[in-house]
């Protein structure tokens, strides 16, 4: 018999979007599929995900979540099983799922995503009638709380699934001040160091990294990162504490959506062997940006626009990056200091540097079919996905040595170049020398036309798709259930 998974999180494509998170979230029901696992997921009743539900089934009634009733639905993501916590108080809301239009974090984000934990937590052990889990899956702050509530306050009796807590970032952690705590109908001893208390306040990621029975984040090398205080933001020493119950698994790609061949919004397919098709796709993605016509690189960025991913570092390299004969293409959303200054930069080099301000799934698909190399010069990286989606469209990744961009791409040394196994570029250091040596060198290397495409070919054969890593969710889900 298929492993029963209840998947907690805040995000899934293609209901409510805003990093990769929910492009991990989306995806994994299939990928687990595939292993014998089978995924429900449950999302909170945002507006979008409301709309998706519409005919859906009322499963059960909660008289009240920390003081606000709500609904649980029935309906589908993607074919696969979602539960949708219809609770119009806390997410019928215009704006995104954390804060409003401008972007401002609701002030009541605790007790919205305190009360989605406690619904999980029901819904976990049993509570809702026909819905039973051998393993509860929690994604990121969002949902840390859902094994706070099982770990504290279950109902007496109640059957306790084993737990994982997947980290997508540690930059998030779900941090509020410590008088909310006595309003979460947790006992007084979850208020401990090993408990929800962090830091003087309630750490919902802190929680659930406590109650978990293992932890994983998205590639090897951030899960040793995490481990130090540059990376784990004050949770470091809990990681290091819990050390072998943690594990990096990379996140995989969506291959139907994410395909050169039959990608619906690109302006012609091409394969490995076909790469020279891919120059209709940079004369339409150069119309589109409303830049210079001609065979020089054309470097595309697609990003938050924030100090993690090293945006603010990108504007200082811009005049370096024309100079030398590259031109830019960016898409990106998020500080609006970052967002003027880019636009400062285009204004001072038109036709070679042009950027759209915005969140458009279609053109980011565009730009991976005509970049010649993405930029990725990103702080610290869980995993990354854009560089992943380079490498499938021959847009060479040129990322910055950390975390999944570390274990994702293989830089074009001299040893990997001879052995054919090179993928892209890295640079070590996210600041303006290494990051304009690193552009130079892609330029450089641009040049030698068979070595580019060699890089170009070997990217596209990487496999990223999630067989690899759904197996392993798989086998940790087995573990789990097992002991
Ligand atoms: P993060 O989750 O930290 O933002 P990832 O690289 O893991 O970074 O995932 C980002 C996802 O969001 C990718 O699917 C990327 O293509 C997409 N994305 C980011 N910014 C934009 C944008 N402005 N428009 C369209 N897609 C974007």
Known sequence: MSLQVLSVASEAVPLVKTGGLADVVGALPAALDAQGVRVTTLLPG????????????????????LGEPARLLSAKLNGHPLLVLDAPAYFAREGGP?????????????????????????????QVKGQTFDLIHAHDWQAG??????????????????????????????????????KLGLPKK????????????????????????????????????IREAEFGMGLEG?????GSRVRGIVNGIDTAEWNPVTDPFIAEPFTPTTLAKRTANKRA???????????GPLFIVISRLTWQKGMDVLVEVIDHLVGIG??????????????????????RHPGKVSIRIGYDEALSHRMQAGGDAILVPSRFEPCGLTQLYGLAYGCVPVVARTGGLADTIIDANLAAVEAGVATGLH???????PLSDAISRAVHLYQDRDLWTALQRGGMKADFSWSRSGAAYADLFRDLKAK
């Open 427 to 433: 640079f070590t250091g996210v600041a303006f020398n």
């Open 326 to 347: 590259g031109r830019l293409a960016l898409l990106g959303s998020g500080d609006a200091a970052i967002a003027e200054a880019m636009h400062i930069a285009a204004k």
């Open 190 to 225: 979850a208020w401990a160091f090993d408990g929800v208390e962090s830091y003087g306040g309630v750490g919902f990621l802190k929680a659930g990294l406590e109650a978990a029975n293992a932890i994983t984040t998205v590639s090897p090398t951030y899960a040793r990162e």
């Open 285 to 295: 993605l150069e119309a589109e940006f409303n830049l210079d016509m001609d065979d």
């Open 98 to 126: 954390y804060g409003d239009a401008s972007g401002k974090d609701w002030p009541d984000n605790w007790r919205r995503f305190a009360a989605f934990g406690r619904a999980a937590a029901d819904i976990a052990s049993g």
């Open 238 to 242: 809990l990681i290091q504490s819990r």
């Open 145 to 182: 709380m859902a094994l706070a509530y099982l770990r504290f306050a279950s109902p007496k009796g109640a059957a306790i699934p084993p737990s994982v807590m997947t980290i997508h970032n540690m930059a998030f952690q779900g941090y509020f001040p410590a008088n909310v705590f006595s």
């Open 46 to 65: 945002y507006p979008s995900v409301m709309a998706a539900a519409k005919r859906a089934k009322v499963l059960h009634s909660f008289d009240s979540l």
